[in-house]
């Protein structure tokens, strides 16, 4: 069982950045692939970017390639997105994810969810 906590959201206008945060309790954190993922009002829940156990392998979806980072601090049980060069259809509520296993895309594979953080971006 692990515990996940966002933070970091905000209303912030369109070019601006965000680091968003998710912090980690439970069994080593070390042991699980993250993920962040968003949803939109009226849409489905989105991959946005994964991250190996230890950090040495990243992935994004296509559409934040370039501006967003995942990064994870495994000393500190947190897991990271820094985003840069914010649009409006950045806006979405943002979720991290936790797998015991090695890192997927798809949302229906990860065990733990935390309650996310909404970020908004103004035009």
């Known amino acids: 069982q692990v515990q996940l906590v966002e933070s970091g959201g905000g209303l912030v206008q369109a070019g601006g950045s965000l680091r968003l945060s998710c912090a980690a309790s439970g069994r080593t954190f070390s042991m699980y692939a993250m993920g962040w993922f968003r949803q939109a009002p009226g849409k489905e829940r989105e991959f946005v970017a994964t991250i190996t156990r230890s950090g040495a392998r990243t992935s994004y979806a296509d559409s934040v390639k370039g501006r967003f980072t995942i990064s994870r601090d495994n000393a500190k049980n947190t897991v990271y997105l820094q985003m840069n060069s914010l649009k409006s259809e950045d806006t979405a509520k943002y979720y991290c994810?936790?797998?015991?296993?090695?890192?997927?895309?798809?949302?229906?594979?990860?065990?733990?969810w935390g309650q996310g953080t909404q970020v908004t971006v103004s035009s």
């Open positions: 994810a936790a797998r015991s296993s090695i890192v997927d895309i798809a949302s229906t594979k990860y065990d733990w």
